[in-house]
């Protein structure tokens, strides 16, 4: 084998007649300028060479190709463009074989589909998830997916973006086979025998009659999932173009949309959201700490929080040992965590053999000494400063002196926790979103005294659990609750000011968070915030302005959805106006003498995004918060700022 040179990026090698040509573009071979025209100089060279063949394309390291490189996006385009790449591949008189050694995603799945044959190692992925940044697959990929799969997979892959494992793209036609030896010599004899002329499908795809059902079932729940973002109904759109049009028209039509999308507000965000979420658990300083081995994790408190944080850990692949007060509430916590992996087999999210093997990991015990066995223990009682602390000083004198202590708290103040031990540089704070087992947030509480190797261990534990951890320092609520409580006061005085409820939550809904804030303090209940506005009575500020209406409503015994009464009124289940609610807040602001006005939704959304932003600059000042984009990721994960908006940091700096 002699070693060819096309591009930075580029290499070749002739293995028995076969170019064998290499994209090597760390990290995720992403297909930048250099890449592309290496491309077309091996393409090139290929042609021309008695010698050759055919060719083989795959990845260095781990990915075949991780798509075209987002970070050129927002730039000028350079030539060569990725199609008219993709397009010399397809024509080429010699067969090309794509060898799929690792992720082929979005541009990069789409060079694979325009080789003649795709071969892929079992544990390549395959997908076009650029719906995920706003915009459709630009190079091909709309067209020629459904050509291999049909129309109703091809909608389900493109409009959700998803993701398929090398088994399931088998089954889809995406994949010619799934190599069991070595990929490159597979591929090799592959491309020997491989006629590329007789491999291009250019015509319509013919639709049978009977799939008709299937096709508009993929768009209907596409565009429910969809969440107000253009980018996957413009997917469906496009892929459906197939059944109509030649190849080359949709490509054009493709290609434009692409190019329309691409330079959306919305792109933008979501590309903001894709770096921001890379950016995220990375903290100065630790990046030569090496986190500690975990494997046992003891959760002390198996209610609907700590069972949640178990099935998290049993699906990260932990041995997990809760504890409980008593054999009896052991036994009713063990029934809760399977309870919840039942769930997940009923809904296609686990098999059998899974729920199997995590229930041959878990211990629910009412032996707290057990919890010697465990490397770090996560505390999920009661939110009361006393219990934390006075579990944390008995769990002290239990677990191994090496063992890593974590409280689940979302108000306390993880500090004084920690000083209940004789360890407190071993504690961190684990704040888990509700359910625990879904959510993807995860605030990792740096405390005063934690040693960096054990908030090193607490984000790689996070992202081994499948979380996006932000790391907060300490404050009342970390980041996440401190801002919404910013959030949930400025609500509060548009009410007193003149907007009414649900005008306010129409205005968020609008803007596509999927429910407004008083729907959401309906849901989740007013009684724990009024209980924590009357612990804070005392120490309140005179001065500071202060809304009765919650505190009415609760006395009222109005404590949201669960009373049937909150800030809505739920006949039948379905969110209502109360003329109760109306006359409590008519009387608040009669009390002030506040003449109500009118607000536009343009005005209340305003309003509330610099309630934020004011709340997350301070943040950041104080050095709360690292960087405005882990701000953004914490509402967009568990608050439910819209993500096509980018964060209310960066919706801020666009307006
Ligand atoms: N372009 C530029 N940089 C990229 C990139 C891309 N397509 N994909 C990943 N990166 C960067 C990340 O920003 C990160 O950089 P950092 O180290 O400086 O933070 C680095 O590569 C590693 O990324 P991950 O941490 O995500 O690495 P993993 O190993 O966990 O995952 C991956 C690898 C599965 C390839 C994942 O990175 C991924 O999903 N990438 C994006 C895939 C994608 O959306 N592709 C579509 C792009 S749009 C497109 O192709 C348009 C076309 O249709 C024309």
Redesign the pocket.
Known sequence: MSALRFSDTISAALADGILVVTIDNA??N?ISADVRSGLMAALEHAEKEGAVAGIVLTGAGN?FI??????EFGKPLVPPH?PDVISRIESSPKPVVAAING?A???GL?VALACHRRLAAPTAKLGL??V??G?V???G?TQRLPRLTGIAAAIDMIANGRIVSAAEALKLGIVDGVTKGELIAEAIADAKMTNAVSLRRTGSLTVPPEATDAIDKAASDASRKARGQRAPSEAVRLVRLAATVSLSEGLAEERRT?IALRDSEEAAALRHVF?AE??AGKVEGLETVAPRKIETIGIVGTGLMGSGIAVSALNGGYRVIGVEQSAEVAEKGRERITALLDKAVQSGRLDAAGREDRLGRLTVTADMQQLVQADLIIEAVFDDLTVKTELFQCLDSIVRAEAILATNTSYLDPDVVAAATQRPERVVGLHFFSPANIMRLLEVVNCKQTAPDVLATAIALAKRLGKLPIVSGVTEGFIGNRIFSAYRREAEYMVEDGASPQEIDAALEAYGFPMGPFAVFDMAGLEIAWARRKRQAATRDPAERYVVIADRLCEAGRFGQKTGRGWYAYPDGKRTDDPEVTAMIEAARAEKAIVPKSFTPEEIVSRLLKAMVDEGEALLSEGIAARASDIDLVMINGYGFPASKGGPMFAAGRR
Do not use: S
């Not at 991780?66 to 970070?71: L, M, T, V």
């Open positions: 990290p995720v992403a990915n991780g798509g075209a490189d987002i970070k990725l992720a995603l979005g541009g789409e998830p650029e995920k940044l915009i697959p630009g190079a990929g692409f770096f890379r950016a």
